[in-house]
Each structure stands twice: as C-alpha cells, then as structure tokens.
C-alpha cells in the first residue's frame, strides 16, 4: 500500500511526486516508456532519429524502438505530438515558461473581461495561484532568455508594431519580450564559441545555443543531469523526486518504475462513496497491481480520458475528454536576405502576447522539421489548390503548403535566412474537441483513443483569433525586413495540449472540482495540463500547469495525510541544488 | 471442367487503376509467365507459387509509385522528377533515399492491424472501378487477366502480412486516374508517378476534400463502425504522405548509420539548406545578449 501513485512522468506527475516525496510520502511514479538514464549514448542530435514519430527515441510508443509506435486514431489531417518516456513532452519542449493570462481566471475584471473564453475560466483568481508560479520559477529556475540574432530580427519586427516591452512576469496587455524560460542563462564560453572542446561543464554552464532542444538537451557536455540548460521534468523535477532526503528534511526519495503503462485505475465503494483504490499496470506483458491512498493521473490530455474510459468509470457528465484545447496554431515565416540565426540557440527564445487574442513566438527549426512544418496544412498546396481555404492577408499569395519545388527554393536560400513565427490562438473550451474511444482495434494496453477536432467549426471567437494573430505574424515579419511571408495555415498540430479532464466551477462542464480532484471518484486526482480549465490566453501551458499541480499536491497532502500547505510558508530548493547532482551520482542516475 | 466467366471490365478497369494491370502485364510486364500459363508452374514444383512471383511485381509497383510522391515533395534530376515536368539539377528525394523511408515507415512501423489489412485486402481483392471512366489499353487477353487476378488474390488472402506501401500505392494510383485516365499507360510502372505535379496536386485535392466521402468514391466495402474510421483516416493519411515525404527527403535516414550513430554523408537536406556546415556541433557563437540589457524581470 502506497500513500500515492503517480501515472505517468512527463511535465505533471513529477511535479506532485517530487512535492509529495519531500513532505515525506511514500510515491510511485509510472512512467509508460523508457528513462534516458544516459542521453550521450542513447540520444544523437539529429531530427529523423530523434523525432520520428514513428521510430525517433522521442516518440510514443515502447522503449524498444524496433517495435512499433503507439497507434492513435486521428479522424483528421493533424498531428498530436504525444512522447513517451521520462519527461514527456518536455523533453522535446523550448522551455518556455510564461503565465497564464489573468483574464482565464475567475475574478478577472480587466477592460478586456469579456474578450476571454468567458464560460471556461478558472474556478479561483489569478492571485490565488501566484504563489505557485513563484514557486515553481524559482524551482526550475525560470529566467530572462538570452538573446541571439533570431531573436534580434524577431524583436526588430515587433519593434514596428506599436506595442510596449513587458518587462514583469505577469501580462497585462498586448506587449512583447524575451521569454522567460526554464533554460539555464549561457555562462562561462557557451554562446560565445562553436568550439567542441572549449564547450565543456564547468568551462561552460547553461545554454550553449546548440539548437537542439527538440532533440532533447544533454548540454553542456559533461554536466551533472539537473545541470543540463534546459529544465525538462527529467533534468529537474525527476532527479529531485529521485534524491528528496538529501534536499529535504524528512523527504522520502520516490520509486520510479519505467517501461510501465498504466491500463486501469480501480476503485471500490467507502461509505457509498466512490474511492480510487489502486493500478493496474502492464511491463513486459505482465500485469501488476498496487495500492495506494491516492492515484493522481498524470498521462496527459490524450491518455488520462483514455485510461478512465478503459477503467470503466463514471462520466455523468460527459466531460472526461471533452473540451481538449491546443491553441489551434498556425505557421508563418519570413524569407529575409540577411542572416536570421535560425535554427541557433534556444528553439524560441522570443514572444509576443496579445490578450485575449492569443501570441507569437519566434521558433527555430533544422531542415526536416522546417519541411514537415512548412507542408502541414489544411489550405491544400499554394499556387495548386485550396481545399476550400488558401486566406489571404498580408502574406504574400494564398495560405497553404509550400511544395515540391518551392520549398526546394525557399529552403535552398538557406535556412540561416528564414524566421519563422509560431501563431498561437487563445482558443475556446468546446465540448466537441475531445477524445473518445476508438473503435479501431486495441493495443496491448487496451482500447485506443481518438483525438476529434473539428478545426473549421470552432468558435466564432476562436476563428477570429486566429485570423488575428496569424496577421500580426505577417506584419512583425514584414517590419523585420523579410522580403516573402508565407502563411501555411496548419492543419491541427497539437503540441499544446489543455484541458481535456478540465477543472471547472460547475459540475455540468468539468471533470475535476476546484482543487483537483476529480468529481467521480474520491482520492482520485489530475495533475497535467489536462486539469487546465482553458487554453490559459495562449501562454505556452508547462508553467501554469505544474503551478497547478503544485497546488494539487498540497491539496492531497492536506486532505488524505492532515499535513499543512507548505508554498507560502517555505522556500522552493532549486533543481540544479549541487546535493542533487552528488546524490544522482552516488546513485548512478 | 467449365471455364469461369473472364472478370468484368470494371474489374479490369479496378486492376488498371490501381496499377497492378499495367505493372504485372502492361508495359511493366514483371509478372513471370507461369502466372499467365500457368501449365508451366502447375506440372513444375521447383517453380515458386503465385504468391512468391505476384509479390515482388506489387513491392516494385509501390516503389515505383512512392518515388512519383518523393518527388512530388522534392524534386531532382531524376527520370520522376522529369516527367513530373519540374527537373532540376540538384539532388532531389531520389538522391535523399525518401523513397526508402517511406516505404520502411509504412511497412516496418505503422501499425497496421488485421482489423483493418483484412477489409483493405478484401476490398482490393474485390474492388471494381464504374466510375464512368473511358480508360486506354485496357485489351488485356481475358485469360491472362484472370489468372493474374487469381494470383493477386491469393496473394492477398494469404497469412502474409500485407505491406502497407501497397494498399497506398494503390491509392495514389487509383486517385492518379481519376485525374488523368491516360496515365493507366506510360512511362515507370505506376500511374501516380506518369502524372505532371500539377496532376499530382489534384489527386491530393481529391483525398484531401473535406466534404467528399472517400469511401465511397473508392467503392471500398467496410464493415460499420470502421468505415467512418476508415475514412477519417484517410483524410489523415492524404496529409501524412506530404508531411512525410518532405520529412523524410530533407532528413539524415539515408547517411545515418545506426550503429556508430553518425553520419555517413552530408545529407542532401543539409547541403540544400546549409544547416550545420560543419556537421553536428555542442553549441554555437551566437548569444549577442540580453534584449535591452535585461537579464530579470519581476511583478
């Protein structure tokens, strides 16, 4: 019997059993796929081997890669961009770590109020979850992002759009920035040489601009794991889960189990009360069972719907699933004669809010990706056809792919000469966005999900907010000198995954009640970015939501084993605390 | 014994369409003889069965029509890229071993389940084209037809798993003549790869169109609940096969080797782009500072 079970290790789970394990809890993180426990022999740097979908070493499916990829039914031309492993997501992740809009949250009562997903907010204010911002900033830690030339170009353009600098956490209007970001600053020789050998820990600390965070980051070369420049949850919150009595008093190291999918919660009633009362989970085609006081899911927007389906468990409402948000993106980019610095440095290191219409961020890519990402559409192949679509705005020609000898063209100037701008879409919680069960065939680990979005029947406001900021991209662009705009008007890249097990102040539109746990079943908790009640605004979700899941762990420690808070009553340690990294190496980690 | 009815011209028109007509007795002519006559093979137990000769014509069918797609992502100075109508003198997808990825993507790590091979096979074996339309060099001798019709069934309703690169291939061919029926005859084995780029284009728009039930225009027979899957899924894989072509013709599959986890070669992606010149790096020279001299920023 465990006090708690985490399912699933990815940008959630970690977050509440690192919180739990210092307070001294015995937990169980689950984690479906593999722990890169040494990324310099397991990882290299390039695109196809790591981010094949289908069989990179970043991709969801098992740790063996000759077996295949996890199959999920999408009844659309998109992408959801799910991984497993130690980390998630976030071992793909630019890092980027702004705050949720304050008009997501209840309370709100800005000029803007009503220009927010008004029926979806927050279910407390935005000041009751400052703390745990603060918190988990000063964790992993967040800071400024350094600047390099495509962040140079990118602000140059931003410069002509008539808007302030936000130089604090919080934003407040249309403004544009450095992001802040859970990369550590370039110190000693890194970002200042491209020579291998001076680029080593501790001659260089934090980012050495290498361009591969979608790789996954294991630089600087050398560096103890929580040392490396970005904080995925498998650089940060992981190895402190792993080494909780050498950080904190009293703190009970957690058990990590890899390799090990969760396929059924189970509960049974107390009292008449429905109560979580354990997993079951298969490795190696081998179920095991474990009880815990409580079962926190942690498997993501796709996955925990999934596992409470095949679980059998009550849905009254109908929401488990429903209401999933991705920012419904779009794809612009810039052909300049200059040199742009992409794809160098951190993948996007720059961003620009508009609330409540969405954002921008400026995002590096490598060759394949920059491919893949500019023939990913929904307006058919410009200058070919539509497919009812190809807007127009001010980029030049219709919306659509960039094919075949065009592309060859565009990406022969070189790929040092492209900015390419990620528009980001505050769009609306919408019931029918949502994952079901498939009726394609099962895997080994049950019935499969399906992951439906009807990317032309979005709301009005959502439409319109697209149509907004991919208009924006087009005249920062404009203003940073490129000389061609193209807008490739994507079809459902899911990247940004929100609010599929939303928390919610009403019991008719969400799964979890105001501190996490959901309404179905007592001592059963969600802890990820499917817990977010919305798409935030647009700020990218890692930092909103580990605040959140901060929070849940405070609930559930509070709740099930008498503890008090403690957020607003200690000091966070740091994740790259020196006695972590003596302690992973003690261990072998 | 009575000699069965040859198959009907929709059957004929079916195995034209999706390239196995043309390939196996067409101008490709790959299919051995003792499929046709098959006498030979019946008094003859060295030679290989039905099944061992209709599968390479069917793997050089699904190659033939994945390089008309590689191109189609990124074009060289191959004989594809020539009659696509858009040549050019730099390596192209050909060059790049797109080709290659494709077909080891869709064979190797797609998951393809017998829930879903057995209808595709069932329906290839079965499928007929009434779509209306006139189709050239369709004067196979009925015989021969029905025997190679006999081999590709048995192919299909055998135990061997199906290759996912056919039932795509045959696809794109399938959609390549709607577009154009002329491309039933010409050059390479395969319709898709006989059509310009812009004949390409509007096979894609054909399984791209939203408000279209593929489905149907396929003729394609599915149990329900599969056949809203199913054709879902088709939409899904209308923009997969551009997404991964592009994919992998820019990418390193082609030069990486596996085992010392390096390359053997400059990508052919990395030379059009000028991506790492000098080949991976620990990082690079650009931090030019902090954006107004900024390094913190607090509410």
Not at chain 1, 257 to 278: N, P, S, Y
Not at chain 1, 549 to 560: D, L, M, P, W
Not at chain 2, 141 to 159: C, G, I, K, M, T
Request: charged share 20%.
């Amino acid at each position: 019997m465990r006090d708690v079970i985490v399912v699933g290790a990815g940008g959630g789970g970690p977050v509440v059993a690192k919180e739990l394990a210092a307070q001294g809890l015995d937990v169980l993180l689950l984690e479906a796929g593999p722990r890169h426990a040494n990324p310099r022999d397991e990882w290299t740097t390039f695109e196809d081997d790591a981010n094949n979908p289908l069989t990179g070493y970043l991709r969801w499916g098992p740790s063996d890669r000759s077996k295949p990829a996890w199959f999920r039914e999408w009844p659309q031309n998109s992408f959801v961009w799910q991984l497993s492993g130690v980390g998630g997501t976030t071992q793909h992740f630019y890092g980027n770590y702004p705050r949720a809009y304050p008009g997501v949250f209840e309370g709100y009562d800005g000029a803007d109020k009503n220009g927010y997903d008004v029926d979806h907010r927050f279910p407390f204010t935005y000041g009751e979850l400052v703390p745990y911002f603060e918190w988990v900033e000063a964790t992993m830690p967040v800071m400024t992002a350094a600047m390099g030339h495509k962040e140079q170009t990118f602000f140059r353009g931003a410069e002509t759009l008539g808007l302030p600098v936000q130089t604090t956490k919080t934003t407040h209007r249309p403004s544009y920035r450095p992001q802040e970001n859970a990369i550590l600053q370039p110190g000693g020789t890194a970002g200042k040489t491209a020579s291998s050998e001076l680029l080593v820990y501790p001659k260089a600390t934090g980012c050495t601009f290498c361009g591969y965070c979608f790789q996954g980051c294991m630089r600087p070369n050398g560096a103890p794991r929580n040392q490396f420049a970005k904080r995925s949850t498998d650089n940060s919150y992981v190895p402190m889960a792993l080494t909780a009595n050498v950080w904190a008093r009293g703190g009970k190291p957690i058990e990590l189990i890899t390799d090990a999918f969760v396929t059924r919660v189970h509960t049974e009633k107390r009292h008449g009360v429905l109560t979580a009362t354990g997993v079951t989970w298969l490795s190696d085609g081998t179920e095991h069972r474990e009880d815990a006081r409580v079962v926190v899911m942690s498997g993501g927007c796709t996955e925990n719907p999934r596992l409470w389906m095949n679980s059998g468990l009550p849905n009254p409402n109908g929401w488990v699933g429903r209401g999933y948000t991705d920012h419904f993106f779009d794809w612009v980019f810039g052909v300049f004669d200059d040199y742009t610095g992409n794809p160098k440095g951190v993948g996007s290191s720059a961003r620009l809010d508009y609330p409540p219409y969405g954002g921008l961020e400026n995002v590096g890519l490598p060759p394949a990706l920059a491919a893949f990402a500019g023939t990913l559409s929904d307006s058919g192949i410009r200058g070919q056809y539509k497919n009812g679509r190809g807007q127009t705005g001010p980029w030049d020609g219709p919306a659509g792919r960039v094919m075949g000898p065009e592309l060859k063209e565009v990406l022969s100037h070189g790929l040092d000469r492209l900015l390419s701008v990620l528009v980001i879409t505050d769009d609306d919680v919408e019931a029918q966005n949502r994952v079901t069960l498939s009726a394609l065939p099962a895997d080994e680990n049950g019935p499969i999900p399906k992951v439906t979005f009807k990317q032309r029947k979005r709301t009005a406001r959502t439409l319109r907010n697209r149509e907004f900021m991919a208009r924006k991209a087009a005249e920062l662009l404009r203003g940073a000198g490129a000389k061609k705009v193209y807008r490739i008007d994507w079809a459902p890249l899911i990247l940004h995954v929100q609010s599929s097990m939303r928390m919610g102040s009403s019991e008719r539109n969400s799964v979890l009640d105001a501190r996490g746990e959901t309404r179905a079943v007592k001592g059963l908790f969600v802890a990820d970015n499917s817990a977010l009640s919305n798409g935030l605004g647009g700020p990218n979700p890692t930092l909103t939501s580990q605040a959140l899941a901060t929070r849940t762990a405070e609930k559930i420690f509070s709740t099930y084993f008498g503890g008090d808070p403690w957020v607003r009553s200690s000091s966070p340690v740091v994740s790259t605390d020196p006695r972590i990294s003596v302690r992973l190496g003690q261990l072998g980690l | 014994m009575p000699v069965p009815d040859p198959p009907p011209l929709s059957r004929r028109a079916f195995l034209a369409r999706i390239g196995v007509l043309g390939a196996a007795l067409g101008g490709g002519g790959l299919l051995a003889r003792s499929v046709i006559a098959p006498a030979d093979a019946a008094t003859n137990p060295l030679l290989p069965t039905t099944v061992d000769l209709i599968r390479p014509v069917l793997a050089a069918l699904a190659r033939d029509t994945l390089n008309g797609l590689t191109v189609f992502a990124m074009p060289g100075p191959d004989p594809y890229s020539r009659t696509q109508g858009t040549p050019s003198s730099t390596p192209g997808a050909i060059e790049a071993g797109a080709t290659d990825f494709i077909i080891n993507s869709l064979d190797n790590f797609v998951p393809f389940p017998d829930a879903i091979a057995q209808p595709v096979g069932a329906a290839l074996v079965t499928g007929l084209a009434d779509s209306g339309i006139a189709l050239p060099g369709l004067e196979v001798l009925p015989v021969e037809l029905r025997r190679l019709d006999r081999a590709l069934a048995a192919y299909l309703q055998s135990d061997e798993a199906l290759p996912l690169s056919f039932p795509i291939a045959g696809l794109l061919n399938l959609m390549a003549t709607q577009v154009n029926p002329l491309a039933v005859n010409g050059p390479h084995l395969s319709p898709f790869a006989r059509l310009s780029y812009a004949e390409k284009a509007k096979a894609f728009e054909l399984i791209e169109r939203t408000d279209s039930d593929l489905v149907a225009l396929l003729d394609v027979q599915f149990p329900e609940p599969l056949k809203a899957s199913v054709s879902g899924l088709l939409k899904f894989v209308g923009g997969a096969l551009i997404e991964f072509a592009t994919f992998g013709a820019y990418g390193e599959s082609a030069v990486y080797d596996k085992v010392s986890r390096t390359l053997r070669a400059r990508p052919i992606g990395w030379s059009h782009t000028g991506y790492q010149p000098h080949g991976p790096v620990e990082g690079w020279d650009d931090f030019i500072g902090y954006y107004q001299g900024r390094q913190k920023v607090s509410d």
